[in-house]
């Protein structure tokens, strides 16, 4: 079902369908359902929108050879405002699209909304898009991004919003704290069931875990990833200083909270996670308890559920511990957690002093804790661990490092300890880790760690340290170029792979990894290649579709989340989406083998007819597909939307 990689992320709702029985695949090219939506030529172009200064790129996609055809670019007042022939043949794409051809017209650069239109041999016109500003387009990304962290509120301090969303999950206040179960791979459905029972830790004290949020389409609550969202928050919030928009600010604070609780300086206690995702069912035992995973409902309907198999998944959840009270923990957790801490200080260290002094305490007495001469293996991410494989930790000693040295120079600290002890960190990153080859994402959080040190490095004098300030940029370029090699061969110029999990994420990646780059140096070389990845996020690709909801006339509106699918407008019209959540992405055609199964007890159908709109696009290999019940394309979590915010705020903050 997967495998132990770090580019491999497979969100907590991966497993939601276990129990369910497996049906056909939804509509593949060449079916008759596929064919209705197969049209002779397409063209697709980035939906959300270009620069004035961006090399600008579509892609006409059809299925013949194109000999004579020429484009049109048209304004809202139908006059052609620009005119060009068709480009090269950029190769095949599928058997529906044997030919796709590049369409260049970066000479229009007037602000205002258009769309493309094609004409001789083949004839096609684009969804509408804008020639904007920066702060336009990278601004409403950030926004649109926040307001995704804020539908996945839990506890007490949700903000309604267009979803409804309602008070949940506020006995979590008092969670028993319990044993770590074992889990059990049962190849026969590929899920991970619980061992029974689950058994509370003998005189643990109650958790106070209220509040945090949702890590994906499901409700639980895990520290490993909520660091992760809290760090590009609050790097968003620095980057963009006084033009960061308020709401930022606030759900970096609410993240933050929450990992306030997560931590116990005076017990030396992590706490792992929130809730269990599987119950300890099989296909040959009944289960004596659920799990998250089990149930379709809206979080607040959890507080009335007075089943007793549900009493894990629901009212009584459980919390599970990185590491016994007052032991050493996983390194990876310790240096993203400790970095979340130490970025709040830095954000807070002018406004609010007290308040980071703190958080700097709190970074650096969990840094302290620290296993990193005998690491766990594999790594504690999550229960289970195959939620979420990791395989690397240096880099995020390296970035929770790095941040406290931040920390440490803003609030009159000695940083020194913290930068020598980063640049060890960084030299074991990119003497065992780089050769993997893969750039910012949940997994990987070298290429920030590296940026911000050159920055601390800078601060303190340039110190000579185990790796100098060239070869931590020279290291952010060696990702980037990853990509750029990549797009080089790709019919649409993606950097990312599309048989692989989380190439949304890793796409929006490298577009922050690029303007962290271009602002070290001041090399403008790779613009043109973080365009090209934005303008494929947001509907220059196969599908035609943008991967952020609410961003662009087509995006996922029949996602793998709960609460959008329970409360929202499963047609995508109005205003009941959740807005701003990433999904996924295009990936593996072996992970539907077997089909997307029926529909969970209390799943809304997608309102399709029995057509999958994306079919015809899909290759060979790969395919996307928007349906409630694709977790394997269409599920959002924390860190794809987070590496979205903080692509847009970077890129933003070099405009």
């Excluded at 132990?4 to 008759?32: K, M, R, Y």
Aim: hydrophobic content about 40%.
């Amino acid at each position: 079902m997967m495998s132990p990689s770090q580019w491999i992320s497979l969100p907590a709702a991966t497993v939601l369908f276990a129990s369910v029985a497996l049906g056909s695949l939804a509509a593949a090219p060449g079916d008759a359902a596929a064919s209705q939506l197969t049209p002779a030529a397409v063209v697709r172009v980035d939906q959300v929108g270009y620069l004035p200064t961006d090399a600008k790129h579509a892609y006409l996609m059809a299925n013949h050879r194109v000999r004579h055809a020429t484009w049109d670019i048209v304004n809202t007042a139908n006059h052609v405002v620009a005119h060009g022939a068709v480009g090269t043949n950029r190769g095949p794409w599928n058997s529906n699209y044997p030919d796709v051809y590049d369409i260049t017209f970066s000479g229009l650069g007037t602000l205002g909304t258009y769309r493309l239109d094609v004409h001789g041999d083949a004839t096609a016109e684009s969804p509408s898009f804008a020639i904007e500003s920066a702060a336009s387009l990278y601004g409403q990304v950030v926004r649109d991004g926040v307001n995704f962290y804020q539908v996945q509120r839990d506890g007490a301090d949700v903000i309604a919003g267009p979803l409804n969303r309602q008070p949940a999950h506020l006995g979590d206040a008092h969670a028993s704290v319990y044993q770590t179960p074992d889990f059990v791979d049962t190849t026969s459905d590929d899920s991970l069931v619980a061992g029974s029972p689950l058994v509370k830790i003998k005189g643990a004290p109650t958790v106070n875990a209220e509040g945090g949020w949702h890590d994906a389409g499901d409700y639980l609550k895990f520290t490993h990833t909520a660091a992760y969202g809290d760090v590009v928050l609050y790097a968003s919030v620095r980057a963009l200083g006084n033009s960061a928009p308020s709401t930022l600010k606030t759900e970096a604070a609410y993240g933050q909270s929450w990992l306030d609780k997560m931590w116990q300086p005076a017990t030396k206690t992590l706490y792992l996670q929130v809730g269990i995702g599987t119950g300890n069912g099989s296909d040959t035992t009944d289960p004596t308890f659920n799990g998250d995973h089990d149930l379709w409902r809206l979080p607040q309907a959890d507080a009335t559920d007075t089943d007793p198999l549900d009493r894990y998944a629901t009212a009584s959840r459980p919390v599970f511990e990185a590491a016994a009270p007052g032991h050493q923990i996983s390194p990876n957790l310790v240096g993203r957690v400790s970095a979340a801490f130490a970025l709040a200080a830095q954000v807070d260290a002018a406004i609010n002093p007290a308040r980071a002094q703190y958080e700097y305490f709190e970074a650096t007495s969990l840094y302290a804790t620290a296993n990193i001469s005998n690491p766990p293996s594999p790594l504690v991410t999550a229960d289970p661990e195959a939620y979420y494989p990791e395989t690397t930790w240096h880099d995020d000693m390296e970035l929770g490092a790095t941040e406290i040295a931040l920390a440490a120079q803003k609030l009159s600290h000695n940083a020194m300890p913290y930068l020598i002890a980063a640049a060890g960190f960084a030299k074991d990153y990119m003497a065992d880790d780089a050769a993997a080859g893969d750039t910012f994402n949940l997994y990987d959080t070298s290429a920030l760690a590296h940026t911000d040190l050159v920055h601390a490095i800078v601060a303190a004098g340039t110190p000579t340290l185990a790796v100098s300030k060239a070869a931590l940029i020279k290291d952010v370029r060696r990702q980037v170029e990853l990509g750029v090699t990549h797009a080089a061969g790709d019919t649409f110029r993606a950097a990312g792979d599309i048989n692989q999990f989380d190439v949304d994420s890793h796409t929006f990646g490298w577009i922050a990894v690029e303007a962290w780059y271009t602002e070290l140096t001041g090399d403008h070389r790779f613009d043109g290649f973080a365009a090209e990845q934005r303008d494929w996020l947001f509907g220059a690709n196969a599908w035609g579709t943008s991967f952020m909801v609410g961003e662009g006339s087509t995006f996922p509106d029949c996602m793998q989340h709960q609460v959008a699918n329970l409360s929202g407008n499963l047609h995508g019209v109005g205003p009941s989406i959740a807005v701003g959540a990433v999904v996924n992405g295009p990936n593996d055609n072996s992970n539907f083998e077997g089909g997307l199964g029926g529909l969970q007890d209390g799943m809304r159908k997608c309102p399709t007819n029995g057509v999958d709109k994306f079919a015809a696009f899909d290759t060979s290999t790969a395919s996307f597909v928007d349906d409630v019940r694709s977790w394997q394309t269409d599920e959002p979590a924390l860190d794809m939307t987070g590496a979205a915010i903080i692509a847009a705020a970077s890129q933003l903050a070099l405009h």
